[in-house]
């Protein structure tokens, strides 16, 4: 190199770089950058549809656990009910039962009753016939009342 430079060369050497840096430039940097920028509008995209895809699947597990939820209280509710309806039903059966067989007790009590009454009567008539039997056997003569009967 020689000091002072070499104008014709230096002008050249600038034309070159001007006529590389526009070549590279139009067939390798700009694809390159314009590649970069859409990758990163691409992964931008992706995140941002990520973050609205986690957000709609954390609106549907809050609105799946409020219907589970909904659910849940609507079968306690209705065992509830049912179990009530059972012990209401379970009851009135002992209550019937219970009355059922207080009237078959007290049938029974009454039948029990008459039946006594009729044997004490049917008692009464055979000792009384006995006693006049007796007596007209004592005495060997017919007795007053024993010749009503």
């Known amino acids: 190199m020689h000091i002072p430079p070499n104008w014709g060369t230096f002008f050249i050497l600038i034309v070159s770089f001007l006529i590389f840096w526009f070549i590279f430039s139009r067939l390798f940097f700009r694809p390159f950058l314009h590649l970069l920028s859409s990758r990163e509008e691409r992964f931008r995209n992706l995140s941002d549809r990520t973050e609205e895809l986690l957000a709609k699947a954390r609106a549907d597990d809050d609105e799946r656990e409020r219907r589970l939820a909904e659910i849940r209280r609507r079968a306690i509710s209705i065992r509830e009910t049912e179990r009530r309806n059972a012990e209401a039903a379970a009851a009135r059966a002992i209550e019937d039962a219970k009355n059922a067989a ?26 009384h016939n006995l006693g006049v039997e007796l007596a007209v056997r004592i005495l060997g003569r017919p007795i007053g009342s024993a010749a009503n009967n």
Request: hydrophobic content about 40%; overall charge negative; aromatic content about 0%.
């Open 102 to 127: 207080h009237s078959s007790l007290e049938a029974a009590r009454a039948k029990i009753e008459s039946e006594v009454a009729d044997a004490q009567r049917e008692l009464e008539t055979i000792s």
